[in-house]
């Protein structure tokens, strides 16, 4: 696991550190992860976590092992135009020179016979105020009593109980994504539901408002990113604040250099 959770004292950006190429390869990893990934809301708005799984098999090993890679990776790796390994090793190459605020956790965990690797970034701030708003219902879902200031603690560890059951319930996922209560529990129900119903709902509007941007053939930039990516009903609230977020993220880094920006917010 490659794991990114340190407190730092310098303030101070110097881009100079990079060469032309950590710089290119750490803008590629960034756009990944903020633009096309939804973690610009955890950076800047009141989106408490984004996770993707990266496919990290070179095209290579792709070819050489065609017969014995699982079908799903295989798919991912001709349909995705990014180079995914490539961007994970943009971070990893340049971290060194920069260390997160104590007030993110960032990582991943890689399952390298499998050609993948899941990434989380996590706002600790956005989490903890997710799981105080709704802990009676995290209570009663997991069906135990937790502190929110020392159970983010566990996030990044493996066995868990907490953060396995909430992996693992619908409706707790959808809060700590940031999709709000009202749409993470119709979305259970959706997903409940037989398939007439279930188009019933969609019918009167319960649809994504865009979508999931991953070819890389479509362009995005600072100036131009979707929001995130859930169900909802028109003129939903939660939507309607990501708007609002999304207009004020955008108006931060026009006329400014994406890369800086984004590292003194990440950085100290």
């Known amino acids: 696991m490659f794991l990114v959770w340190f407190n730092a004292k310098e ?16 803008n590629v990893f ?30 290579e090993r792709l070819r050489e092992n065609f017969e014995n890679i699982p079908a799903t990776i295989k798919e991912k790796a001709n349909r995705c135009k990014i180079k995914l390994k490539f961007e994970i090793e943009g971070w990893e190459k340049v971290q060194k020179h ?8 960032l990582f991943f965990k890689k399952h390298e016979d499998a050609g993948i690797a899941d990434v989380y970034f996590v706002n600790k701030a956005n989490l903890i105020s997710v799981l105080n708003e709704y802990y ?23 066995n868990s109980k907490f953060w ?7 409706v707790l996922q959808g809060l700590i994504f940031g999709y709000g209560k009202t749409n993470s529990v119709l979305f259970e129900q959706w997903l409940k539901t037989d398939q007439t119903n ?17 070819d890389a053939n479509i362009k995005v930039n600072y100036q131009d990113f979707p929001l995130p ?16 977020e999304r207009q004020k993220i955008i108006s931060l880094y026009r006329g400014r250099e994406p890369l800086k920006v984004t590292l003194e917010k990440l950085c100290e």
Not at 31 to 51: A, D
Not at 98 to 105: A, G, R, V
Request: hydrophobic content about 40%.
């Open 11 to 26: 303030t101070n950006i110097n881009l100079s550190k990079l060469t032309r190429k950590d710089k290119n390869d750490l």
């Open 30 to 59: 960034l756009e990944y992860l903020l633009l096309r990934e939804e973690g610009i809301y955890v950076l800047f708005g009141s989106k408490p976590i984004v996770s993707s799984n990266l496919c990290i098999i070179s095209r």
């Open 98 to 105: 920069f260390k997160i605020k104590d007030k993110y956790l």
């Open 136 to 158: 009676d219902i995290f209570k009663k879902r997991i069906d135990f009593d937790f502190d929110p200031f020392t159970i983010i603690n566990e996030f990044n560890e493996e």
């Open 164 to 170: 396995s059951l909430v992996k693992k319930d619908i």
């Open 198 to 214: 279930k188009q019933t709902i969609v019918n009167l509007g319960f649809s994504i408002a865009n979508n999931h941007i991953m």
């Open 229 to 244: 990516v859930f169900r909802s009903f028109p003129n939903d609230l939660t939507l309607e604040k990501y708007k609002k």
